[in-house]
C-alpha cells in the first residue's frame, strides 16, 4: 500500500504532459496516467476502506456489494460506490442523538 504522498506534489515530466497541438509544446491538455498506478492507487483505497471499516458497517457492506457485482473489475466497483454514496448524500444515516461520525469512509 501507498504511503508517499510526494508524488502528488511534484512536477508534471514533461514526458508525461499532452500537446495541445499547433506546436505549442508543453502546453499541458491531458496528462497520461499508467494504467498500472491507477489500478493500484484503486486496490489501495478499497483495501483502505475495508480494512477501516467496521465489519458491520454499511459501507463496507455496500462496497462489498460492489465488488461482488463488478468480478475482476475493481476500478468500476469502487466508482459504483462513490455514485451510490453521493446518492445517498455522501453520509450514511446515524442514530438520531448520536455525535458526528468518526468514520471518514461513511
Do not use: C, K
Not at 495541445?20 to 492507487?41: K, N, R, W
Not at 456489494?65 to 475493481?74: I, K, S, T, V
Not at 468500476?76 to 468518526?102: E, I, V
Amino acid at each position: 500500500m501507498h504511503t508517499e504522498f510526494r508524488d502528488l506534489y511534484e512536477p508534471i515530466p514533461p514526458e508525461r504532459l499532452g500537446h495541445a497541438g499547433g506546436g505549442q509544446l508543453f502546453q499541458p491538455s491531458t496528462v497520461s496516467v499508467d494504467d498500472s498506478e491507477l489500478h493500484q492507487q484503486v486496490l489501495d483505497i478499497i483495501q483502505g476502506v475495508l480494512s477501516t471499516a467496521d465489519p458491520r458497517s454499511d459501507v463496507r457492506r455496500r462496497l462489498l456489494r460492489h465488488l461482488a457485482e463488478n468480478p475482476g473489475h475493481p476500478e468500476q466497483a469502487l466508482l459504483d460506490h462513490l455514485r451510490d454514496r453521493n446518492r445517498r448524500g455522501g453520509r450514511s444515516q446515524r442514530t438520531p442523538g448520536r455525535g458526528p461520525s468518526m468514520d471518514p469512509h461513511a
